[in-house]
């Protein structure tokens, strides 16, 4: 297989890929406008700003169909919200840069920034932004377009694969100039970079910054389409000498300096590359030859109207549709190409790979997209998947650590996440029978990276679960059940290929998720090396030792691979629904410290992705009209065509993914099974043509908001009673027509014969559950002395197995000072529960009476005012606005509080309660341990 002759997101003056081309001349300096589309379209339905506010963190500016460049703007909004660039509730932009993450939960990218300004020059961010209003902003596929206040210019922009392409229209002015940031960044920071103003219309240079995943080189070409008057460099503030063209360092600005008449044009073409400044200006010739805007756009919107055309849906509801294609258009920003025109790329060893036959891509969010997003690739994208395996399995060659890829950006491995979900990916795209790619060499890989020891892995082949320890992030439940699901992918692979061995083995690793399955309360736990469970336990909270940004309500599910076999140990049909209604019916009171767990409905969370096929597991119960009952109930509350119509972060897609699956009626629970289990379709009719010219297509007869249960259903004519059906019955073309109605149809569905498959083979034989917990209350003897935030003991503080309240945390690196009166062992203070309110209850003699001793240690700031609590005895407050920072006077400090002759409350109890003070800036009191004892 030779590199393609094809370059994705190409403009050239050729009129086979120019669109309403108005030749390669340079502009006038003023260029007609931009054609409207229509609105009905699949792409004029396409809101770009979906997302952009509350926490989807998505950008709206240009880019094409997974193109390297996204030409956006970036606002001030910093931190977690920040992580786009972007967020909807700023009302300045600082400039326009050449790339942004989609809708993940880390900031990252945001190089080569340029802004227009007229006026006084100023080159710091706080300078030169502009304040706008969303009045005057436009985003569609391909484009956007903004007013900017201040300069009043009004700014245009568009992309190929590799480029962003500029519109400046100017006022009458003499003092116009185009302000080039080098230093400009989301979430990362100059290591070292470059400008050298080669004549006056091109700048090229570097910059090479650190943030997430590591150190990361992007170089530029830029060219405007009319020569500046003037320019200059500033470097760490400084102005350099006037005439100065070349400069290096950590914190470069350029300037250019234009005089415009009312209403002039000035164009900015970019390119950049990951290998060089010769690449990237391969790139910007290549993909950009001309002065063409217009033309350069048209062809940008023939790409996406080529790629959202692929699936036509209909519906009476126009916010539907928008909201549809808004989000189909947001399933295809990543993966991103990361390679230039020629084929090289900078690879995971940091070297530059040329002679490449595929085209490389990065901006896996793995964890996330082999769920909906990457299945979804393999219908609409067919061409780019066997690009997506070649991709991960170079940059496991490259990095030479026998670890397959789990979050790569830019040639780096962030490691962000958990599992190897590399396999999913791989081994759909095998399964499914996509060509292009080295099999066995990709099977070889992802062997090597599950049978390594890291990540808890070696504990997993030793136990057949990873151990939960106290404190720390170690995720012990979501890893084990995750590397089940991901080594059960393996061993299909194996399988087909013929390793036998290797599939017995890994289909076993597969059952591991039963090891955690504590049936005494019916969810998925930490267990200790000895076998014992992790306690105290509580489902709705938070255990960063056991779970990753979720609870055990949230993951007790994580058994794609078999779920009939977790119907059955979760006590049957019955119990298993109920277990279901339940999570979607409790409280929305999920115990945590992150913002990551939205999109609530009781204890599912939507917002992030391990709950994603939830709702479609009533159909392996014979339930199938709950799941169309909660399907539709998740996407009409969480989802519409507004910037804040996203339940959570996008993730790269996979928030849009699940959205697109559902509303078309239809879910892969099992991403790798080639099994699809039908919901309930929001849209009345949905076509997906595909690439061997079929087309399949979903028909929801009589639907409505009301008629929102399946009757009946008939596949290609004849009646279908199952309630599931295959990626070869798409493939091969044809109708799945869904009777619907406003009252479930219990029959359908029910029996065993129509429910969905279970992956494990027919006569696997499954190791015994592990031994239940017990529901007996543990009354400890006095002295009392008790160990907030550990499950371990620390000399003689042991943790109280009754507590259920709060969350626990720990900073096991932290150096204690406990030199306080009366202070414990240093590793009491490494560890704390805390919460907003929280209350610990000991049964005590009621007759006595008892000296109190709180413990308490700042591990996590040493600023003061931050964490300010009031901590109650028995009902009465015995510590208001106390700061462990002021007390101890510093951080990692033990501070130690007596309080003597507490007599129990009426019920024997010593009751204890923490809360966070009103007022106080983190709403987390804490405290580090107990100790009572008789007087």
């Known amino acids: 297989m030779t590199l393609r002759s094809f370059i994705y997101g190409v403009a ?126 436009t985003a569609s596929p391909g484009y956007y377009s903004v007013y900017l206040q201040e300069p009043k210019v009004q700014a245009e922009l568009t992309a190929t694969a590799r480029c962003g392409f500029h519109k400046y229209t100017f006022p009458a002015t003499d003092t116009g100039h185009i302000v080039l940031d080098v230093a400009h960044g989301v979430g990362n920071s100059v290591i070292d970079s470059s400008v050298t103003i080669e004549n006056n219309t091109t700048i090229s240079g570097s910059r090479i910054s650190n943030g997430w995943g590591g150190p990361r080189a992007v170089y530029y070409v830029i060219q405007f389409s009319k020569p500046f008057e003037t320019s200059g460099i500033q470097r760490d503030g400084q102005m350099l000498g006037e005439g100065e063209k070349n400069a290096t360092g950590k914190a470069l600005q350029a300037y250019f300096n234009y005089k415009t008449t009312a209403g002039e044009t000035i164009l900015a073409k970019v390119g950049i590359s990951g290998t060089s400044v010769e690449g990237a200006r391969k790139n910007l010739t290549a993909e950009i030859p001309a002065w063409d805007f217009n033309g350069t756009l048209a062809a940008t919107r023939n790409q996406w109207s080529t790629l959202l055309d692929k699936v036509q849906v209909q519906t009476t509801d126009p916010k539907i549709r928008r909201t549809f294609y808004s989000n189909y258009y947001q399933s295809c920003l990543a993966p991103v190409l990361f390679n230039d025109v020629d084929g090289a790329y900078r690879g995971g060893d940091k070297q530059n790979h040329t002679g490449a036959t595929f085209q490389n891509y990065t901006t896996f969010s793995l964890w996330d997209t082999f769920r909906a997003q990457h299945p979804l690739m393999t219908m609409v994208q067919p061409n780019r998947v066997s690009d997506f395996v070649n991709s991960m399995v170079a940059l496991d060659r490259e990095r030479g650590k026998q670890e397959m890829p789990v979050w790569p950006l830019w040639g780096n491995e962030t490691g962000t996440m958990i599992g190897y979900h590399s396999a999913p990916v791989i081994v759909d795209a095998y399964l499914k029978g996509f ?70 083995l890994f289909m076993a690793r597969a059952a591991n998720y039963r090891n955690l399955f504590d049936s005494n309360v019916g969810f998925m736990r930490g267990r200790k090396a000895d076998g014992t469970w992790r306690s105290p336990f509580n489902p709705k909270q938070l255990v960063w030792a056991d779970y990753t940004e979720a609870n055990a309500w949230q993951y007790s599910w994580t058994v794609m691979q078999d779920v009939p076999g977790l119907v059955k140990i979760m006590g049957g049909d019955a119990p298993f629904v109920a277990k279901l209604e339940e999570m979607f019916n409790e409280k929305s009171d999920v115990i945590a410290n992150i913002p990551d767990i939205t999109g609530l409905i009781g204890q599912y969370a939507h917002g992030n992705e391990p709950v994603h096929h939830v709702a479609y597991m009533y159909n392996y119960a014979g339930m199938p009209s709950k799941t169309q009952e909660r399907v539709r109930q998740i996407m009409n509350t969480f989802y519409n065509d507004g910037p804040a119509g996203a339940p959570g972060n996008n993730d790269c897609g996979q928030m849009s993914a699940w959205y697109v699956f559902s509303s078309m009626g239809f879910y892969p629970v099992n991403p790798t099974e080639g099994v699809y289990v039908i919901g309930s379709p929001l849209v009345d009719r949905a076509a997906i043509r595909f690439d061997n010219g079929k087309t399949f297509t979903v028909v929801a007869q009589n639907n409505s908001a009301q008629n929102k249960y399946v009757q009946s259903a008939q596949l290609n004519g004849r009646p279908l009673t199952k309630t599931w059906f295959t990626h070869s019955d798409m ?67 042991i943790p109280d197995p009754n507590m259920m309240d709060g969350s626990t945390n720990a900073n096991m690196d932290a150096q204690i000072d406990t030199s306080a009166p009366g202070a414990g062992p240093a590793n009491i203070y490494k560890s704390e529960r805390y919460g907003s309110d929280f209350a610990f209850t000991f049964p005590v003699p009621k007759t006595g009476r008892y000296l109190v001793r709180l413990h308490f240690a700042e591990i996590f700031g040493d600023v003061a005012g931050q964490r300010v609590q009031n901590i109650q005895i028995n009902g009465k407050t015995v510590l208001q606005n106390f700061d462990p920072i002021v007390a101890a006077g510093g951080e990692n400090k033990a501070v130690v509080k007596d309080f003597a002759d507490v007599a129990p409350d009426d019920k024997g109890n010593i009751v204890i309660r923490v809360m966070a003070a009103p007022g106080s800036p983190d709403q987390n009191a804490k405290i580090s341990g107990i100790e009572i004892s008789a007087q």
């Not at 569905?749 to 543990?778: I, K």
């Open 731 to 797: 493939l091969n073309g044809g109708e799945l027509r869904l009777v619907m109605g406003p009252t479930p149809n219990m029959k359908w569905g029910q029996d065993a014969a129509s429910r969905p498959p279970s992956g494990m083979p027919a006569n696997f034989q499954y190791a015994p559950l592990p031994a239940p917990s017990t529901n007996t209350r543990t009354v400890l003897q006095l002295p009392i002395r008790v160990v907030a935030g550990s499950d371990d003991a620390v000399g003689q503080f």
């Open 12 to 137: 050239t003056c050729a009129p086979l890929l120019m669109v309403a081309s108005t030749g390669c001349a340079a502009p006038a300096g003023v260029i007609p406008p931009v054609k409207a589309l229509s609105p009905t379209s699949p792409i004029g339905s396409v809101n770009p700003l979906v997302g952009t506010a509350e926490h989807g963190h998505t950008y709206p500016g240009a880019t094409v169909p997974f193109g390297m460049v996204q030409v956006s703007p970036d606002t001030p909004l910093q931190g977690w919200d920040g992580s786009s660039g972007y967020h909807y509730s700023d009302n300045r932009i600082i400039g326009f840069s050449h790339s942004h993450l989609m809708g993940t939960g880390v900031g990252g990218l945001g190089d080569i920034l340029l802004m227009p300004t007229v006026g006084a020059l100023q080159l710091t961010e706080k300078g030169y932004s502009s304040s706008f209003s969303h009045q005057q902003e």
């Open 435 to 504: 060509k292009g790619f080295d099999p066995e060499a990709a099977f070889q890989a992802l062997k090597a990276t599950a049978l390594n020891e890291r990540n808890g892995q070696g504990e997993l082949a030793k136990y057949g679960y990873v151990i939960s320890t106290p404190g720390g992030q170690k995720q012990s439940v979501s890893r084990t059940l995750e590397f089940a699901f991901d080594d059960w992918c393996i061993a299909k692979m194996a399988e087909k290929l013929g390793h036998t061995e290797d599939a017995k």
